[in-house]
């Protein structure tokens, strides 16, 4: 039920004789939920003789501000922004399978792989199994030994896929929350050694050097980021084999989808990184874990290029909220005990602070990262020449709407070349009043839940 201060403040709007412009902004950010208020202007002048084309300014706005979208890639701060990042990367990761935005069509006939590398078990927790649709028990064994806190390791529930037990700990004394949050916070690193042991992999098993591996072929890979519920990061990947000037050339006769295949395997088993001994904790060679999941994405198979795109831009917007932690910084100085988190979050949060005042682990900086349980790594990354970029389409729907804007009269037309453009802009807040929340949330059809106010 809307509060008097809410309804008070929706009247007040709904009154104003600047209504239908404030409206206008609410359509136009997409519905987001926390808009940026802008306060500025922009001056059109003609190089040739300094007159001034056109002005726009923040003025004549309702409040004296501009209202555009917060951009944030999470959903669960800004459900429609979010999926517009998810739209995004969408099209960036179905570019780079099967052309368009700059990739030639031809990139279909290149070897790509989709690989999931996962983390390796950190001790037993909740978990959903089905085989051949039936839902198995979560641990169940016959002779399950007790661990030395007295809980038995067993659990013969059939686990719901919404259960909150799931990714929990049989036994939370027992588990290595030490070693989760170290392999969060290096999981970027064990990345990046992957790659080069990828590319050393293919040069070695076609008889080349680093350098002539580089003058034949080029490994071009898109990546995402997932939380399981266990409160770790696992990658899940699209690599893909050029020829020498990328998605344009095809790649040579031995780069094919079995020898990618194979040197995916063997860097997965191949790279480690160590995590230095502190009080209390050893050194840690991290590994990636056992499972390893390589398929070749079709055109019309099982996995589609469209099935790949839609996967991973899906993760693209998500961050640790299905571990049960907050999408926000954590303070130091904050009542673990009063946040409100499932306790295996809590206990994570908590070791990233424990770990984070040694010296050795310093440049991991754990306690800044604690609300990401120690992952401090891009969400979504791509290799150079995979497919185009966020910024390209950004620009490209910038271009369309200014297209717009000519063509319905609200900025002139103008050569480019001829015309400098100044701009004057000062951030003035963010967010709705809850009033405004309310009129806003009707205005598009979906719910703006939590305005927080104007900031």
């Known amino acids: 039920m809307p509060s008097p201060h809410a309804v008070a403040g929706m009247i007040s709007r709904l009154n ?14 997409g519905g987001c939920r926390q808009p940026i208020h802008l306060r500025g202007r922009v001056d059109h002048i003609d190089q040739a003789t300094g007159e001034l084309i056109h002005r726009y300014s923040t003025r004549t706005e309702p409040g004296g501000v501009l209202r555009v979208p917060c951009k944030t890639r999470r959903a669960s701060r800004c459900p429609a922004c979010a999926e517009t990042y998810r739209a995004d990367t969408y099209q960036l990761i179905r570019a780079g399978l099967i052309g368009g935005k700059g990739v030639p069509e031809t990139v279909t006939a290149h070897p790509c792989l989709f690989v999931t590398l996962t983390a390796p078990s950190f001790g037993s927790v909740h978990t959903r199994r089905e085989k051949n649709g039936k839902v198995l028990p979560c641990h169940a064994r016959r002779d399950a030994p007790t661990c030395p ?8 529930a059939r686990h719901g896929s919404e259960e909150t037990c799931l990714g929990e700990p049989l036994c939370p004394d027992c588990y290595d929350y030490a070693g989760s949050v170290l392999f969060n916070a290096l999981s970027p690193e064990l990345w990046r050694r992957f790659t080069l042991a990828l ?3 293919l040069a070695r098993a076609a008889g080349l050097t680093q350098r002539e591996l580089r003058e034949q072929a080029v490994v071009s890979f898109a990546k995402v980021a997932e939380y399981q519920r266990r409160g770790v990061v696992h990658f899940h990947a699209v690599i893909r084999l050029d020829g020498p000037d990328g998605p344009t050339s095809p790649p040579p006769a031995w780069a094919t989808a079995d020898a990618l295949a194979d040197a995916v395997r063997h860097a997965a088993s191949a790279v480690a990184v160590t995590a230095p001994a502190v009080t209390d904790e050893p050194a840690r060679v991290l590994r990636w874990g056992a499972q390893l999941d390589v398929r070749s994405i079709t055109m019309g ?36 005990a009063a946040l409100p988190i499932r306790e295996h979050a809590r206990r994570l949060i908590a070791e990233c602070f424990r770990l984070g005042v040694f010296a050795e682990l310093a440049d991991l900086r754990l306690p800044q990262w604690a609300h990401m349980l120690g992952f401090r790594g891009h969400f979504s990354t791509k290799s150079r020449r995979y497919s185009t970029t966020l910024g390209d389409i950004r620009e490209e729907r910038t271009e369309h709407m200014r297209t717009e804007a000519v063509s319905t009269g609200r900025l002139p037309l103008f050569e480019e070349d001829t015309v400098l453009v100044i701009a004057e802009w000062e951030y003035a807040g963010q967010g709705y009043s809850l009033g405004d929340a309310l009129l806003a949330a009707a205005l598009i059809g979906v719910p703006l839940a939590d305005p927080g106010g104007q900031r």
């Open 199 to 201: 590319r050393r992999r």
């Open 16 to 29: 104003d004789p600047h209504y239908a412009r404030w409206a206008s902004q609410v359509r136009r950010t």
């Open 301 to 336: 198979g099982e996995l589609t290029e469209q099935a790949v795109a839609a996967y991973i831009a899906k993760y693209a917007t998500k961050a640790a909220e299905c571990v049960g932690t907050l999408d926000r910084r954590i303070n130091p100085l904050d009542d673990l």
């Open 149 to 156: 806190h007295g809980r038995v390791m067993s659990c013969t």
